[in-house]
């Protein structure tokens, strides 16, 4: 059974944006500022709903295609849960830095430059979806603390397949390179499956299995019997240990921490 690798993230670290997070897991750690709803441009404006745009700037160097494929899967799955339709003729702008990689993994380096077809297409395994679930979770914390409305919340984690058969959760950079199959997999907090990007050979039986963990990652031990209970019973169930409640469990944590911090003035008035 694997250890899952918990994340750190910090809410509104930066000053000028409106809400901003810092995330990372993996080796990889992510800083996102958002800004909106602002004014947009004649030419991007939406007559019925707000334009989300989205940009991704690398450790080092500039951004190329790597980056604008993460952008476009980030802008599809981000425009799906940002109430778009409540600011019309508006833009929500959405930037994401990457403040550090793991070892094996720098876009960067003269060995990947001088390197053979064969080791960039191994390096460009690494890069691509490994770094997908620190984009989407910061993207969210983000967002939310910019108080941009939302329909639902998401969780986002990284499943790669050994070549031996076994299932990794939050696998190291070198157990990537050695799989047979990468896998991102975003549910939603209604329990919707928001992306699934894959990359390698793999048969449906080791989707589903891929599938049945990353959920567990995710969205933790869900209790089927939830909805029955009383209010006074959620919010005891609410308080129960976080780390049976996957990601969804800890980006609720952050929020209630953030909550807190916020609400100290309060004391000092009383």
């Given at each position: 059974?694997?250890v899952?690798?918990?994340?750190?993230?910090?809410?509104s670290?930066?000053?000028?944006?409106?809400?901003?997070?810092?995330?990372?897991?993996?080796?990889?750690?992510?800083?996102?500022?958002?800004?909106?709803?602002i004014?947009?441009?004649?030419?991007?404006?939406?007559?019925?709903?707000?334009?989300?745009?989205?940009?991704?700037?690398?450790?080092?160097?500039?951004?190329?295609?790597?980056?604008?494929?993460?952008?476009?899967?980030?802008?599809?799955?981000?425009?799906?849960?940002?109430?778009?339709?409540?600011?019309?003729?508006?833009?929500?702008?959405?930037?994401?830095q990457?403040?550090?990689?793991p070892?094996?993994?720098s876009?960067?380096?003269?060995?990947?430059?001088?390197?053979?077809?064969?080791?960039?297409q191994?390096?460009?395994?690494?890069?691509?979806?490994?770094?997908?679930?620190?984009?989407?979770?910061?993207?969210?914390?983000?967002?939310?603390?910019?108080s941009?409305?939302?329909?639902?919340?998401?969780?986002?984690?990284?499943?790669?397949?050994?070549?031996?058969?076994?299932?990794?959760?939050?696998?190291?950079?070198?157990?990537?390179?050695?799989?047979?199959?990468?896998?991102?997999?975003?549910?939603?907090?209604?329990?919707?499956?928001?992306?699934?990007?894959?990359?390698?050979?793999?048969?449906?039986?080791?989707?589903?299995?891929?599938y049945?963990?990353?959920?567990r990652?995710?969205?933790?031990?869900?209790?089927?019997?939830?909805?029955?209970d009383?209010?006074?019973?959620?919010?005891v169930?609410?308080?129960?240990?976080?780390?049976?409640?996957?990601?969804?469990?800890?980006?609720?944590?952050v929020?209630?921490?953030?909550?807190?911090?916020?609400q100290?003035?309060?004391?000092?008035?009383?």
């Amino acid at each position: 059974m694997m250890v899952q690798n918990l994340p750190s993230a910090e809410l509104s670290l930066l000053d000028r944006p409106e809400g901003s997070a810092t995330y990372s897991q993996n080796g990889y750690s992510i800083v996102c500022a958002v800004n909106g709803p602002i004014e947009v441009q004649r030419r991007d404006e939406l007559p019925e709903e707000a334009a989300v745009d989205v940009v991704l700037r690398p450790a080092v160097g500039v951004g190329g295609t790597r980056e604008r494929h993460l952008e476009s899967i980030l802008h599809s799955t981000l425009r799906h849960i940002i109430l778009v339709q409540n600011h019309p003729r508006t833009l929500i702008q959405i930037t994401l830095q990457v403040t550090s990689t793991p070892e094996n993994d720098s876009a960067s380096t003269k060995d990947a430059q001088s390197s053979s077809a064969m080791k960039r297409q191994a390096h460009n395994k690494l890069q691509v979806l490994p770094m997908l679930p620190s984009l989407l979770q910061a993207s969210l914390l983000a967002l939310l603390s910019a108080s941009i409305p939302l329909s639902m919340t998401l969780t986002s984690t990284l499943i790669a397949i050994a070549s031996s058969g076994n299932v990794l959760q939050d696998p190291t950079p070198q157990q990537l390179q050695q799989a047979s199959s990468t896998h991102v997999l975003a549910f939603s907090s209604h329990g919707d499956l928001l992306v699934a990007e894959s990359d390698g050979s793999f048969n449906m039986d080791t989707w589903e299995q891929v599938y049945d963990l990353a959920e567990r990652v995710c969205r933790g031990q869900v209790d089927e019997d939830e909805d029955e209970d009383s209010d006074e019973d959620q919010d005891v169930r609410m308080e129960t240990d976080e780390r049976n409640r996957g990601l969804e469990g800890f980006v609720r944590g952050v929020m209630q921490e953030k909550v807190v911090k916020d609400q100290r003035w309060k004391e000092g008035l009383r």
